[in-house]
């Protein structure tokens, strides 16, 4: 179902008055055509489902095979505080988003609402192929590297620390841009660091670092990357969220699906639309191993969710219990509808 709203309509909404209309995904007349909805990403293979949901809807528009016309567009960027601060402000009304950092806004009266995961596992701990490191406890003193705080990444380093009996204060924690990682480990300015694909496949495949642990192996139902929209696009579109979680989920299952549509993936994700990177770094991380990351299992879990907002507070990057409500809307999740992804 389609629906048009009046400019006042809109403008009533929060925020809304720094809006163009386009990002409504609407038409002010019924012969015009549907301006995509732009979705905020990062070039990592946690958001590979977003490039796939994107192709995959356009694909089925022209073939005839979608029920609706809404579309999505993929705007990159280079990091979490960009999105976050996009987010905020009202200039994207969707985005992929650290579930931690989601908790964090809700909890501000910031109106954003998780309505959906795009990945599960795909973070790893790397180490220089030419170092002694062979358990985690060998890092003990060590200059490790994450993203942020915030990041999952750094809830999966205390994880494996404290299975170690090891805390925080046992190595020098680093924050640095997961794209400058692999040069520092190169480099030696880290002796380790702990990040989302494609930036540990990098250095793997260039020959001078190898795996230390993966969340594969010890975070079965890791989750970082969320799809997050603002309460206002909910409340005047439901459909189009709906739709986009629909492409979304059905993207997860494709993924996983065969391997074949993982190398078209692949191809997609790699182009200058999306994640503009080296299409063999992006293969790397699909088949070592074929389960590096996974896709397939974006079922919402309200017990998954606040065991990760426990560890954020033991981490002490969000201050107090968030009720799940706060920062979830699985209503969309529920009432997802398997859409048509001819790739």
């Not at 986009?244 to 391997?259: C, K, P, R, Y």
């Amino acid at each position: 179902m389609s629906i048009t709203f009046t400019r006042r309509q809109i403008l009533q909404s929060a925020g809304a008055a720094a809006l163009p209309l386009s990002l409504y995904g609407c038409a002010g007349g019924k012969s015009d055509v549907k301006a995509p909805l732009v979705v905020g990403g990062l070039p990592v293979t946690c958001n590979l489902t977003l490039p796939v949901a994107c192709t995959g809807k356009d694909a089925a528009i022209k073939a005839g095979l979608a029920g609706n016309d809404f579309r999505f567009e993929y705007s990159k960027y280079s990091g979490w505080p960009e999105i976050k601060e996009s987010l905020m402000a009202g200039r994207i009304q969707a985005g992929y988003m650290l579930a931690p950092l989601v908790m964090d806004l809700a909890d501000k009266k910031i109106p954003v609402k998780i309505v959906s995961l795009g990945h599960r596992s795909g973070a790893v701990i790397m180490v220089r192929t030419d170092s002694s490191y062979e358990k985690f406890a060998d890092l003990r003193g060590k200059r490790i590297a994450i993203p942020s705080r915030f990041a999952v990444d750094f809830l999966f380093l205390r994880k494996m620390l404290a299975r170690e009996n090891m805390t925080p204060a046992d190595i020098e924690i680093m924050e640095m841009p997961p794209p400058d990682m692999p040069a520092a480990l190169y480099a030696k300015a880290v002796d380790a660091y702990c990040t989302g694909e494609p930036f540990g496949a990098a250095a793997q495949r260039a020959g001078y670092a190898r795996v230390l642990r993966m969340t594969r192996d010890e975070w079965r139902n890791y989750i970082c990357c969320c799809l997050t929209v603002r309460e206002e696009l909910i409340q005047e579109n439901r459909p189009l969220v709906q739709d986009l979680v629909n492409q979304i989920q059905s993207a997860g299952n494709w993924l996983d699906a065969t391997h074949d549509n993982r190398n078209k993936a692949v191809q997609i994700a790699s182009g200058k639309n999306f994640f503009n990177q080296d299409p063999k770094v992006l293969q790397f991380v699909m088949d070592n191993p074929t389960d590096r990351v996974t896709y397939g299992d974006l079922r919402m879990i309200r017990e998954e969710f606040e065991d990760l907002m426990q560890l954020s507070i033991e981490a002490g990057t969000i201050k107090h219990p968030i009720a799940y409500e706060t920062y979830i809307d699985d209503s969309f999740v529920k009432a997802t509808k398997a859409a048509s992804i001819p790739l």
